[in-house]
């Protein structure tokens, strides 16, 4: 099941739109495919381009292994970068939850990475990754940043007035008057 082979020759038996299908459908299945993707591994990086996302999970998911994969096979998955996998998603960090020192890490192995895309047929693209991941790490450290925090909080509606009931003095009572002048 988490072999690269086996699932190439169930999308050559079974054919890719059904093998996206169940990406979405069997956890197990899509989070094993999910996971090597990641790794950057030539044949499972062939899974992520015979493969189409039938689903915005599955688009968010493959994209979030393609941006991991950047880092251990960057000429790879930038020949996979195109219309079905866009740069600006996979190079734009699409991690879900993110501190500052895992933006910055993923930021310095992500260019690091790239930095080694020597091939002129790839230049353009890697380029236009590394511009996307150094807008993505500013946007994410504006938003992680305290100080940004602080000049964003939203701010709290003014007081309710209460309104006071207004209470009527009360009348004195006078006893009836018993005595009968009749």
């Given at each position: 099941?988490?072999?690269?082979?086996?699932?190439?020759?169930?999308?050559?038996?079974?054919?890719?739109?059904?093998?996206?299908?169940?990406?979405?459908?069997?956890?197990?299945?899509?989070?094993?495919?999910?996971?090597?993707?990641?790794?950057?591994?030539?044949?499972?990086?062939?899974?992520?381009?015979?493969?189409?996302?039938?689903?915005?999970?599955?688009?968010a998911?493959?994209?979030?292994?393609?941006?991991?994969?950047?880092?251990?096979?960057?000429?790879?998955?930038?020949?996979?970068?195109?219309?079905?996998?866009?740069?600006?998603?996979?190079?734009?960090?699409?991690?879900?939850?993110?501190?500052?020192?895992?933006?910055?890490?993923?930021?310095?192995?992500?260019?690091?990475?790239?930095?080694?895309?020597?091939?002129?047929?790839?230049?353009?693209a890697?380029?236009?990754?590394?511009?996307?991941?150094?807008?993505?790490?500013?946007?994410?450290?504006?938003?992680?940043?305290?100080?940004?925090?602080?000049?964003?909080?939203?701010?709290?509606?003014?007081?309710?007035?209460?309104?006071?009931?207004?209470?009527?003095?009360?009348?004195?009572?006078?006893?009836?008057?018993?005595?009968?002048?009749?």
């Open positions: 099941m988490g072999r690269a082979e086996l699932v190439l020759s169930e999308i050559k038996l079974r054919g890719a739109p059904g093998i996206s299908r169940r990406i979405d459908s069997d956890e197990n299945f899509g989070r094993s495919v999910m996971s090597g993707i990641a790794t950057g591994d030539s044949a499972w990086l062939e899974v992520a381009d015979q493969i189409s996302p039938s689903s915005a999970a599955a688009e998911s493959l994209s979030i292994a393609l941006s991991s994969a950047l880092i251990h096979s960057p000429q790879r998955t930038l020949r996979l970068l195109g219309n079905k996998y866009p740069l600006e998603e996979v190079c734009g960090m699409p991690f879900l939850r993110a501190d500052s020192l895992q933006v910055l890490g993923y930021f310095d192995s992500a260019t690091t990475a790239l930095r080694g895309v020597g091939l002129d047929s790839l230049r353009t890697r380029d236009a990754c590394s511009t996307a991941l150094a807008d993505a790490r500013d946007r994410r450290l504006e938003r992680i940043n305290p100080d940004y925090l602080i000049k964003n909080k939203p701010v709290a509606p003014p007081p309710r007035r209460v309104r006071r009931k207004v209470v009527k003095p009360k009348q004195a009572v006078t006893a009836q008057d018993t005595s009968s002048s009749r």
